[in-house]
């Protein structure tokens, strides 16, 4: 859910504009309580697009304020349409990227001040499965994972998860419907983000080897390809530089599936 939040004319009729541009984004004009309204959007995780003062937001939002983690993607526009700023959550909750979305729906410029702004954003999605998953149960956890992160199909460089669903015809088959490579490693390469994973399942260790599979994939795909993309060589390229990738989206599950979204820095 995006929520719109206008406190001028002029603001107003720039969040009519986002509106119709956005999927699943509601305006709300001057909601009062001011700042009670907005925390409670902020709190139920909602992303949110306010048309205001910088000022206004931080003191509003500062109470309900947890961690980069966490935190739903915030962004500050100028009435005037000129300015989109990521204010929370630039890199983990994806801020960065949807105000370079935002900017170009309406012409606008984007001021991003975080470190690696520049540097071009690789992203991946691991999935794990039970055996014979359904694919339509597994597209429909990938495409609502990428709605919920604000990406579109062509920002995701590949779909990946770990050696032994090398030959999952669910996975398999969408890929090829999506376009993209379907990647996997092995338990020893997906052991090396161990510790970059959200949580971690002694269950799934005790069958596959490692604590978590989607995130894993994610994660170390992620890092995989943007070491590929800079150096224009081949995908399985090895590079210790893990710490360069990060978890965009925590693991999403279904009841047979699970999807997790990870993005990696390439110059």
Same mark, same amino acid.
């Given at each position: 859910?995006?929520?719109?939040?206008?406190?001028?004319?002029?603001?107003?009729?720039?969040?009519?504009?986002? #509106?119709?541009?956005?999927?699943?984004?509601?305006?709300?004009?001057? %909601?009062?309580?001011?700042?009670?309204? #907005?925390?409670?959007?902020?709190? =139920?995780?909602?992303? &949110?697009?306010?048309?205001?003062?910088?000022?206004?937001?931080?003191?509003? &939002?500062?109470?309900?304020? =947890?961690?980069?983690?966490?935190? %739903?993607?915030?962004?500050?526009?100028?009435?005037?349409?000129?300015?989109?700023?990521?204010?929370?959550?630039?890199?983990?909750? /994806?801020?960065?990227?949807?105000?370079?979305? #935002?900017?170009? &729906?309406?012409?606008?410029?984007?001021?991003?001040?975080?470190?690696?702004?520049?540097?071009? %954003?690789?992203?991946?999605?691991?999935?794990?499965?039970?055996?014979?998953?359904?694919?339509?149960?597994?597209? !429909?956890?990938?495409?609502?994972?990428?709605?919920?992160?604000?990406? +579109?199909?062509?920002?995701? +460089?590949?779909?990946? +998860?770990?050696?032994?669903? =090398?030959?999952?015809? /669910?996975?398999? +088959?969408?890929?090829?419907?999506? /376009?993209? %490579?379907?990647?996997?490693?092995?338990?020893?390469?997906?052991?090396? @983000?161990?510790?970059?994973?959200?949580?971690?399942?002694?269950?799934?260790?005790?069958?596959? !080897?490692?604590?978590? @599979?989607?995130?894993?994939?994610?994660?170390?795909?992620?890092?995989?390809?943007?070491?590929?993309?800079?150096?224009?060589?081949?995908?399985?390229?090895? $590079?210790?530089? #893990?710490?360069?990738?990060?978890?965009?989206?925590?693991?999403?599950? $279904?009841?047979? =599936?699970?999807?997790?979204?990870?993005?990696?820095?390439?110059?």
């Amino acid at each position: 859910m995006i929520r719109v939040i206008s406190l001028t004319d002029k603001g107003q009729a720039l969040g009519k504009r986002l #509106v119709a541009q956005l999927n699943d984004a509601l305006l709300s004009h001057k %909601p009062q309580p001011f700042s009670q309204q #907005v925390q409670t959007y902020f709190t =139920a995780g909602e992303r &949110l697009i306010f048309i205001c003062a910088t000022g206004i937001v931080m003191r509003s &939002l500062a109470p309900v304020l =947890a961690d980069k983690y966490t935190d %739903p993607a915030v962004l500050v526009l100028d009435e005037n349409g000129r300015f989109v700023i990521p204010l929370l959550s630039g890199h983990e909750g /994806g801020a960065n990227d949807w105000a370079l979305q #935002v900017s170009k &729906l309406i012409n606008a410029e984007p001021v991003i001040t975080t470190a690696n702004a520049y540097l071009h %954003p690789i992203y991946s999605v691991g999935m794990g499965c039970e055996r014979n998953c359904p694919e339509a149960e597994l597209e !429909g956890l990938f495409m609502q994972s990428l709605q919920q992160q604000g990406l +579109s199909i062509k920002q995701i +460089s590949c779909l990946s +998860s770990i050696d032994i669903k =090398a030959d999952e015809q /669910g996975l398999i +088959s969408l890929a090829a419907k999506l /376009g993209i %490579p379907f990647l996997t490693w092995n338990k020893q390469q997906l052991s090396t @983000v161990e510790e970059q994973l959200s949580t971690r399942s002694t269950y799934v260790h005790s069958i596959v !080897g490692v604590y978590g @599979v989607a995130e894993s994939a994610a994660l170390y795909s992620a890092l995989q390809c943007a070491a590929a993309y800079s150096k224009q060589t081949d995908i399985a390229l090895e $590079t210790s530089l #893990v710490e360069q990738a990060e978890l965009v989206m925590n693991k999403q599950k $279904t009841a047979k =599936a699970t999807c997790a979204i990870a993005r990696a820095y390439a110059s």
